[in-house]
Every structure is written in C-alpha cells, then in structure tokens.
DNA sequence: ATTAATGTTCAGAA
DNA sequence: TTTCTGAACATTAA
C-alpha cells in the first residue's frame, strides 16, 4: 500500500517525463466503474493534452506533475495504484494512460488492482484552495521537529492513530507508523498529549531516518505483491521491517520479547512491549 | 460458498 | 473543534 516511499519511488521513476510534451490521454476501461468520468476526460484533452511537464512532485501520498500551463496531473494511488512508465503486472487492470511526445519516455500508466485512487486534473489554484483548507498537513519529509510537536501535541488521540492522519502531517501510512514508533521507542497507545519534548524530538529524528532508509530501498513489497515500483519491480524495504506483519516473532532489538498486535482504529498496529513501553 | 481481512481517504455522525 | 465510524473497491485466505 503506497505511503511516502514507495509514492517518492512512484515520483522519481517518472522523472525523465520533465520537458516532454504531452500528446495524448487514454481512458482504459477496464471495470464496471472507470477511474476518471467524461467531464474530467475532456478536461484532460482541453488543459493536458500539447503541454510539456515541468516538474514532478509529490506531496505525501500522491505524485504531481506539473504543467507549464498551471495544471496539474495528481495521481492518488490509494490502496493498490501504481504509476508505471513499463509493463504493468497485468493487463487487466490498466485504468489511464498519458502519452508523451519527443522524449525518452513514450507513455506513462495507471494501473489500479481495487480501483480505489484515482488520477485527477486540478489547476495551481484548486490545488493552492485544497491546501489553504488544511486538506494535508506539512509533508513528513519536510515537516521540522517544532512543527510536528506543535501540531500533534495537544490531541487526545494514540500517538499511531495521530500519525495515520494526513492533515495533521501528511505521508505516513500504517506499516511506517509502526516502524517509526518502533525505531523511536514509543508505545503506539501512548496519547499525544502525554509525550514529552524529547519523545517528539526523537520521533521526528526517527521518521526521517525510517522514511529515508525504505527510499532508499525503494519502497516495501508485502507479501501480496502489489506494490512496484515504475519499471515494475519490488521494493526492498521489507526486509528491514522490525515490527510490521511480524506478531508473534520476536523483537529483532531486544531479542526478548515477541511482536504484539493490536488493533487501533480498525487497524493493525505492530510493537514490542519491551522497546516501546507504555509512559 | 460465504465471510473476514486488507489499508487509504472521505462523508457524515458523535 | 476533534474524533470516530462506515463505505468505496478487488482480491485472497480461511
């Protein structure tokens, strides 16, 4: 499931697209329910269609690709998208295509096995409304200690359910939520408002370092196999995982005691009792 | 054959 | 204001 490193890997394997111009768009239709409807098709034929991409960005869980005409092309991938440039794990659920002219890269996909995310034009001033409306918070990459403190510390809720949400801070998704916590010592069940200074220190220390070293992997593949990165490949990031998906096993820094899972939100949170303990 | 589980986001409710 | 719940979706495991 995409969260910031694997998105960061959607981003960086589209890269060459800058300069290129666009030369055309496809809807593949593939399910009952298509990714994008005709209103928003025509306006990707009026405001995408013969301009070139001047950057590719991404802002936590989605990638951006900026126009030279202040539109942008976002691509959201929710649970199960990907943003290919080749070979898409199977036809069958290719939702869009984007075609480009004169440049290294000939087409970029949208390929979506549940059909949740989704691919949507917006212009710099939707995008610039969305954000002035605190839709996502500060990317977690870029977020400083003094901002995340700032904005986590008055709320009642678990420090991981904190984490999980995008307006409050904006990239980490479940499986970084516990591997951030882990590598920063602190219980998932801990409330926000009861961590101290040097607790939010270490947890901003400890997601850069987490989300930095899966970047550098390019991502985790879970065992479904779903996420790839733009060439198709996997990740390998999970083998690196200490906690996530690992109950039952035991903790790989204490060596003691075996990961626990619990359930927080309708989501599974994975820890160790004995590095992350309560207070 | 049916049911649960998966995890992200959003709408709507508490 | 903040937090919580259920729905959207497709596929797999039980």
């Known amino acids: 499931m995409p969260e910031l490193p694997e998105v960061e890997t959607m981003r960086r394997g589209i890269l060459k697209i800058v300069g290129s111009r666009i030369s055309g768009i496809a809807l593949i239709r593939c399910t009952r329910r298509p990714i994008l409807v005709s209103p928003a098709l025509r306006r990707f034929r009026e405001h995408a269609v013969g301009h070139k991409v001047i950057a590719v960005d991404r802002l936590g869980k989605r990638v951006v690709v900026r126009l030279e005409n202040r539109y942008r092309i976002i691509?959201?991938?929710?649970?199960?998208?990907?943003?290919?440039?080749?070979d898409p794990p199977t036809e069958c659920h290719l939702r869009?295509?984007?075609d480009f002219a004169g440049g290294k890269i000939a087409h970029v996909w949208y390929w979506d096995r549940?059909?949740?995310?989704?691919?949507?034009?917006?212009?710099?001033?939707?995008l610039a409304d969305q954000l002035g409306r605190g839709a996502l918070g500060p990317d977690a990459l870029s977020i400083t200690p003094a901002e995340l403190q700032e904005r986590l510390r008055s709320g009642k809720r678990a420090i991981k359910v904190a984490l999980l949400d995008?307006?409050?801070i904006?990239?980490?998704g479940n499986l970084y939520a516990a591997e951030i916590l882990h590598l920063a010592r602190i219980?998932?069940?801990r409330r926000c408002n009861r961590l101290?200074?040097?607790?939010?220190e270490r947890l901003h220390d400890c997601m850069h370092q987490v989300l930095q070293k899966a970047i550098r992997f390019e991502g985790s593949t879970l065992a479904d196999g779903t996420y790839r990165n733009a060439l198709n490949q996997a990740g390998g990031?999970?083998?690196?995982?200490?906690?996530?998906?690992?109950a039952g096993e035991l903790c790989l820094t204490c060596g003691e005691k075996p990961i626990e899972r619990i359930v927080q939100a309708q989501r599974s949170t994975f820890f160790c009792g004995k590095c992350q303990p309560r207070r």
């Not at 199960?80 to 440039?85: A, F």
């Not at 549940?114 to 939707?126: F, H, K, P, T």
């Not at 990031?237 to 690992?246: A, M, S, W």
Request: net charge positive.
């Open 166 to 168: 995008q307006r409050k």
């Open 114 to 126: 549940r059909g949740l995310g989704s691919v949507r034009l917006v212009s710099d001033a939707e």
């Open 187 to 189: 219980h998932p069940q």
């Open 196 to 200: 101290r200074a040097s607790d939010w």
């Open 170 to 172: 904006a990239g980490i």
């Open 96 to 98: 869009f295509r984007i």
């Open 75 to 86: 691509f959201e991938p929710r649970m199960t998208g990907l943003v290919l440039v080749a």
């Open 237 to 246: 990031f999970q083998n690196h995982h200490r906690v996530y998906d690992r």
